[in-house]
């Protein structure tokens, strides 16, 4: 009995102590885990080293350390500092008033102009005095507040009448063209005969419910006509931001991208000193991932309770998922990057070297990819700048080059390495990208691929527990205990 006491408390003493251990390292899991990730990608690497250096393992994990840095994460740093600096260039040189001539022209193209402010907040009123109606139709004594609501409604019709001035000839500042300006007085007339109807009808009477839902349809009709449905009202109000919208949008462009490129204030300070030691944290680990990886290995898999065929089927799915899905998604979107820059170089564009960095980051996003840059640059040269011929031919070189060069390298990479379903890798990575950010395009897929592995071994323990002869037999497939210390660091 004191026996069983003394584990039950030394449990729970590992447990705190566990807990305790893991707010101690939390903020260092992530650097942890880059490194992990480039230690197995560049294990090849590492091996070729310790072939020229002679079995000594900690001269070549110094050496492939210095050649990772010099291979990714400098060269990472250097294209995101490109990147962040023309984004600040972008939103400080570009002139609010420039974007809106452009929008201005854009919206008289397609017709797109919002109506003048007046009749947006008579509109407006129109909907608040009808809200105010509704309500008043649910309460105990609805005729005394529709003596104030009925008229004011009667009014703001009248009154958006005389604002579009929709008798007579239009005015110089008119946007409407002629068969819109007959279907918004067609139906204004409809809006103002049931609203007449509305103003002589008995408050709290079926007859006045039933005229105050042809009002409220008639004013339903009259909107739409003004401004257009519901998709195509929420178009005119994004090519019809004010100054202020469009200064504020900068903003928040340049508050982005300052911290990557300057080192002024407490804030830029502290994102500067929590990065700096991220990647300490990061180079230090790689050396000692590659340096003692096998003795860490085996040291985990001595305390670890799981059967060694499991253990080493899971260091087996580390190494398969990490390159599969680091290694492929990597080279496949720098391949679409880089094709797409020539398409941007040749249609005009300046600032190219951004446009190429965001192709690259969205590329590693299934469903979403590199179609949501050129797409969007190939829609800029048609509505922006006008130019037909330049938007068809970006967006077949876009289609038919940049997305597909995704369908050749990866299956190169991956050998049929990826068992992930193409939605189970959708929604890993943005998932991944929700709870942990960027770096979650690879933790998500990776945590997945991890899951449909440990559910095949639970499989495999319960098929085992229905057979009494699969224990023996799983044992007898396992790998041998001196082969488990050939771990993939």
């Known amino acids: 009995m004191s026996r069983i006491v003394s584990f039950v408390v030394l449990v729970a003493i590992a447990l705190l102590v566990g807990v305790l251990s893991f707010r101690v390292m939390a903020s260092f899991l992530l650097p942890m885990f880059l490194a992990l990730v480039l230690a197995v990608i560049f294990r090849p690497l590492h091996k070729w080293f310790i072939a020229r250096c002679a079995g000594h393992d900690r001269v ?19 294209i995101l500092t490109r990147a962040a600096a023309e984004a600040f260039s972008l939103a400080t040189e570009v002139d609010p008033k420039v974007i809106g001539e452009r929008l201005t022209t854009l919206r008289k193209k397609f017709h797109l102009e919002m109506p003048p402010q007046a009749v947006q907040e008579t509109l407006s009123g129109m909907k608040k005095q009808l809200d105010f109606i509704e309500e008043a139709l649910a309460g105990p004594d609805p005729s005394t507040d529709m003596r104030q609501h009925v008229p004011l409604f009667r009014d703001l019709v009248r009154a958006i009448h005389d604002e579009l001035h929709l008798e007579g000839d239009p005015r110089p500042e008119d946007t409407f063209t002629p068969d819109a300006r007959l279907h918004i007085a067609a139906s204004w007339q ?4 049931r609203s007449a109807t509305l103003a002589v009808a008995s408050p709290g009477t079926p007859e006045f419910a039933t005229v105050f839902a042809e009002v409220e349809t008639a004013y339903q009709a009259f909107r739409e006509s003004l401004l257009g449905s519901q998709t195509l009202a929420w178009i005119r109000r994004q090519v019809n931001p004010d100054t202020d919208q469009i200064s504020e949008l900068l903003a928040r462009l340049r508050e982005f991208a300052t911290p990557f490129f300057l080192g002024t204030g407490q804030a830029v300070g502290g994102f500067v000193g929590g990065f700096v030691v991220g990647l300490g944290v990061m180079i230090i680990s790689l050396y000692y991932f590659l340096a003692d990886g096998p003795t860490m290995i085996r040291a985990v898999m001595h305390l670890s309770p799981l ?51 965001v192709t690259m980051l969205l590329a ?4 979403v990819g590199a179609a949501a840059v050129w797409g969007a640059c190939s829609l800029w040269l048609f509505l922006y700048d006008g130019r037909l011929g330049a938007a068809l031919i970006l967006a077949t070189y876009g289609a038919c080059v940049v997305s597909m060069i995704d369908n ?10 990826s068992k992930l379903h193409p939605l189970l890798a959708l929604l890993s990575i943005l ?14 897929p990776m945590g997945v691929a991890f899951l449909q592995a440990l559910l095949s071994m639970v499989h495999a323990e319960i098929m085992a527990l ?24």
């Open 466 to 489: 229905d057979d009494p002869g699969q224990p023996k037999a799983a044992a007898q497939t396992a790998p041998p205990a001196e082969s488990l210390g050939r771990s993939p660091l």
């Open 431 to 444: 998932g991944g990208i929700k709870v942990l950010g960027p770096i979650g395009i690879f933790v998500g």
């Open 190 to 193: 409809t809006l103002d005969e």
């Open 408 to 417: 050749l390298i990866k299956p190169m990479v991956l050998h049929g390495q």
């Open 364 to 367: 590693m996003i299934p469903f």
């Open 307 to 357: 059967d060694d065929r499991y253990e080493a089927e899971l260091l087996n799915e580390f190494t398969t998922v990490s390159r599969a899905v680091v290694l492929a998604t990597l080279l496949s979107a720098f391949a679409q990057g880089l094709l797409a820059s020539i398409g941007y170089f040749f249609a005009g564009f300046q600032s190219v070297f951004l446009l190429t960095v």
């Open 60 to 78: 070549a994990a110094v050496i492939t350390t210095a050649a990772i840095l010099l291979i990714v994460l400098i060269p990472t740093l250097l």
